[in-house]
């Protein structure tokens, strides 16, 4: 591990100052953060350790929820509004990572971590353009049964592990922000980058932004699930998940329908095409089958990966079955 420098922050505005200079991390729960520079893969001169800002609450408001970033992920997934008003982010934020790490990890870190491609993760494979621009992508050629199926790029086939992330693209959640050019709300659908020609820039924040809150709109529908389908239950990252969000009327039809992919992309990937075909059929098997069977229509699998298209289909098709049998 590089020796690094340590302060600790008692404002955002101390904050930010402290994060000019490019060497500089934020530190809050450090549960990825941390795990990257004892391999040497993240290098920071300084970490700005934020933990002390009042960026910790979960508070109700006329325009919805508004998530500190600094809340736990357990202080989240358990909070009563947000089981009741918003149960698919309960449920992803649970299915994302063991009660250990849900205590430490906050929800401006979970928005940032970096992706679990094992090519990233060893510094030891010198070809990886996320880690060193301009010097390859060993995971094209090598082994990638986890990587992306749509949106990846010549430079990068990596894909963002995150769980609350995809909960929250089809909650139509907005990420609060403030830098030295001022306060910025982002779209969570602008918040997560494809890789194109800069894999390295896994978000659109800008150069010493800290992330101070999430907020949720108000919940126009209750009836929504998260599925994530793995290797193994016990904390592993997903082949792919979904999070679906359903609005039934009271002869079964739909009318509204939100839905987004984990595990297939760079980012959080959401399915306007599925969305489409299901608004205005009745919730049965068939109409989760035509959805599933246009999820996808830029999917380009790779060699080791094809399968996720199938099984991307089949979860959307199990995920909507579940969500609308609830009541």
């Not at 989240?76 to 849900?102: F, N």
């Not at 986890?146 to 963002?160: D, F, L, R, Y």
């Not at 769980?163 to 306060?183: F, H, I, K, N, R």
Request: glycine residues 8%; contains cysteine; hydrophobic residues 45%.
């Amino acid at each position: 591990m590089r020796p690094f420098a340590y302060a600790r922050a008692t404002d955002v505005q101390g904050a930010l100052a402290a994060a000019r200079d490019e060497e500089v991390m934020f530190l809050a729960g450090g549960t990825n953060l941390l795990d990257l520079m004892k391999t040497g893969v993240e290098r920071p001169a300084r970490l700005v350790d934020i933990t002390r800002l009042p960026l910790g609450a979960i508070e109700e408001r006329p325009a919805g929820l508004r998530l500190g970033a600094l809340a736990r992920n357990t202080d989240v997934a358990d909070h009563p509004l947000v089981r009741t008003r918003y149960p698919v982010l309960s449920q992803a934020i649970v299915a994302g990572a063991s009660p250990q790490l849900r205590n430490m990890a906050t929800v401006g870190g979970n928005l940032l971590q970096r992706t679990r491609c094992p090519y990233f993760q060893e510094p030891s494979f010198a070809e990886c353009n996320k880690r060193t621009p301009g010097s390859g992508c060993a995971a094209r050629h090598g082994y990638h049964r986890m990587h992306a199926i749509v949106g990846h790029s010549e430079q990068c086939i990596a894909t963002n592990p995150g769980d609350m992330a995809v909960a929250l693209l089809v909650l139509d959640a907005v990420v609060q922000v403030v830098g030295p050019d001022g306060d910025r709300a982002i779209p969570i659908g602008e918040f997560h980058q494809l890789p194109g020609d800069t894999p390295h820039l896994d978000t659109g924040l800008r150069r010493g932004e800290l992330v101070t809150a999430v907020d949720l709109p108000p919940p126009a529908v209750p009836r929504s699930s998260y599925l994530k389908v793995r290797d193994r239950a016990s904390y592993a990252f997903a082949l792919v998940s979904v999070a679906a969000v359903l609005d039934l009327d009271t002869q079964g039809v739909i009318r509204q329908a939100r839905l987004a992919l984990g595990g297939v992309a760079h980012k959080p990937w959401r399915v306007p095409e599925a969305e489409q075909v299901l608004i205005g059929r009745p919730a049965a098997e068939d109409a989760w089958r035509a959805a599933a069977d246009v999820a996808l229509p830029d999917a380009r699998p790779l060699r080791d990966n094809a399968f996720k298209v199938e099984l991307a289909r089949r979860s959307l098709v199990r995920a909507l079955t579940t969500t609308a049998a609830l009541a």
